[in-house]
């Protein structure tokens, strides 16, 4: 059975219609086990593989490629991937990216589908004089938000 109803896979391709580039999302997760070792294990993983893996089938601007940490220990590392799942979201001729650590359910699945839009269109959503003086730093910027359910 997939997470995503009907009627919202409908509405997700609506809003998907208005992807202008291929969005490359890099799902980062582990290897599942029968066994579960504490500490050592990642309860959400299968549901962030399954839910992307459900929000890929609904646009072909979509793809999505899944690395396991303990095999692609250097991707992760040049991801700066440190705890999963973890997925990035790039573009090409995008500068940047958006990475997301967790599982984007819940108030975060809309924040992950705006990141997916934003990502492929590569428009933000930021005032002329927020884009001006930003256009004026002359060095990378790491911006984090944390989110958390309440």
Same mark, same amino acid.
């Given at each position: 059975? !997939?997470?995503? /109803? #009907?009627?919202?896979?409908? #509405?997700?391709?609506?809003?998907?219609?208005?992807? +202008?580039?291929?969005?490359?999302?890099?799902?980062?997760?582990?290897?599942?086990?029968?066994?579960?070792?504490?500490? +050592?294990?990642?309860?959400?993983?299968?549901?962030?593989?399954?839910?992307?893996?459900?929000?890929?089938?609904? /646009?072909?601007?979509?793809?999505? +490629?899944?690395?396991?940490?303990?095999?692609?220990?250097?991707?992760?590392?040049?991801?700066?991937?440190?705890?999963?799942?973890?997925?990035?979201?790039?573009?090409? !001729?995008? +500068?940047?990216?958006?990475?997301?650590? !967790?599982?984007? /359910? !819940?108030?975060?699945?809309?924040?992950?589908?705006?990141?997916?839009?934003?990502?492929?269109?590569?428009?933000?959503?930021?005032?002329?004089?927020?884009? #001006?003086?930003?256009?004026?730093?002359?060095?990378?910027?790491?911006?984090?938000?944390?989110?958390?359910?309440?």
């Amino acid at each position: 059975m !997939g997470l995503l /109803s #009907e009627a919202d896979q409908s #509405e997700i391709k609506r809003i998907f219609e208005d992807l +202008n580039r291929d969005v490359q999302i890099e799902l980062f997760t582990q290897h599942e086990s029968p066994l579960i070792i504490p500490g +050592n294990d990642c309860p959400t993983c299968k549901d962030a593989r399954q839910l992307l893996e459900e929000v890929v089938a609904l /646009s072909e601007k979509l793809h999505l +490629n899944v690395h396991e940490v303990d095999r692609d220990e250097d991707l992760a590392r040049s991801h700066n991937v440190h705890r999963i799942p973890a997925l990035t979201m790039t573009a090409e !001729g995008v +500068n940047g990216k958006v990475r997301y650590f !967790g599982l984007p /359910s !819940g108030y975060e699945f809309s924040v992950l589908l705006g990141s997916l839009i934003d990502v492929s269109n590569a428009q933000p959503d930021l005032s002329p004089e927020t884009l #001006e003086l930003l256009s004026t730093l002359d060095k990378d910027v790491h911006i984090q938000v944390f989110v958390t359910p309440t």
